[in-house]
């Protein structure tokens, strides 16, 4: 069974299209997160939840907006699409914070 | 925030080498260390991880080193061998906070 499912793991798109990426977790953990993955493989913390509640938020676009209907699932969803959020995004899920992460294995989303 | 530096950006060992990782961090009050693997097309998988009360940890060719009072912290890859070739990032956080990502190592290991 996958314990970080995310969905879907490929994403092409046009300019100014809203999308959705959709993640679930198995593992039973509190916390989930969104990173982002730019090109040169840095990976940067977008959001956390913890059981279904926003505590982290860096600079991230409005366009960007997480959902979290249980503490399972955290989904993302971009509004106005732009080439430069080209990037693939991973979905991750831990215990508590300072504990290990667990990743999806990512969304290469294209923007064209 | 926590800033973590990582070196090098590139590595290339011959099997059977050692390769090593270096990490800085920034904020004194992280606590959780955790290095990760990540192969092509997945997501990044824990290989090791240190917590702050301990100066290093050893599991099998993998060992970590944390100096706390230097706030640096290595990753060594003992007998290295061609499948574990990939990026391999470092990380840092605090209790409460999100993992802060160093820039990531590409390690090859050529036959």
């Known amino acids: 069974d996958t314990a970080v499912s995310q969905t879907p793991k490929y994403l092409v798109t046009q300019m100014g299209n809203d999308k959705s990426i959709k993640c679930e977790q198995n593992?039973?953990?509190?916390?989930m997160y969104w990173y982002k993955q730019d090109s040169k493989k840095f990976l940067k913390i977008m959001f956390s939840?913890?059981?279904?509640?926003?505590?982290i938020n860096e600079t991230v676009p409005n366009r960007f907006s997480p959902k979290s209907p249980d503490k399972a699932h955290l989904n993302l969803h971009i509004n106005s699409l732009e080439l430069g959020d080209s990037a693939v995004y991973f979905c991750?899920?831990?215990?508590?914070?300072?504990?290990?992460?667990?990743f999806g294995n990512g969304t290469r989303l294209t923007v064209t | 925030g926590e800033n973590v530096e990582q070196h090098p950006s590139t590595l290339s060992v011959q099997e059977g080498d050692s390769a090593v990782i270096k990490c800085t961090y920034s904020?004194?009050?992280?606590?959780?260390f955790p290095w990760y693997k990540q192969e092509l097309g997945k997501g990044p998988q824990l290989i090791i991880d240190i917590r702050s009360n301990v100066g290093e940890k050893k599991d099998q060719r993998i060992a970590v080193t944390l100096n706390k009072t230097a706030k640096h912290f290595s990753l060594h890859i003992t007998e290295t061998q061609p499948e574990d070739s990939a990026v391999y990032f470092c990380a840092a956080i605090k209790s409460g906070y999100a993992l802060n990502f160093g820039k990531g190592t590409s390690l090859l290991v050529t036959p």
């Open positions: 593992l039973g953990h509190d916390t």
């Open positions: 904020d004194s009050a992280s606590n959780y």
């Open positions: 939840y913890n059981n279904k509640e926003l505590i």
């Open positions: 991750a899920s831990s215990q508590s914070s300072a504990n290990p992460l667990h």
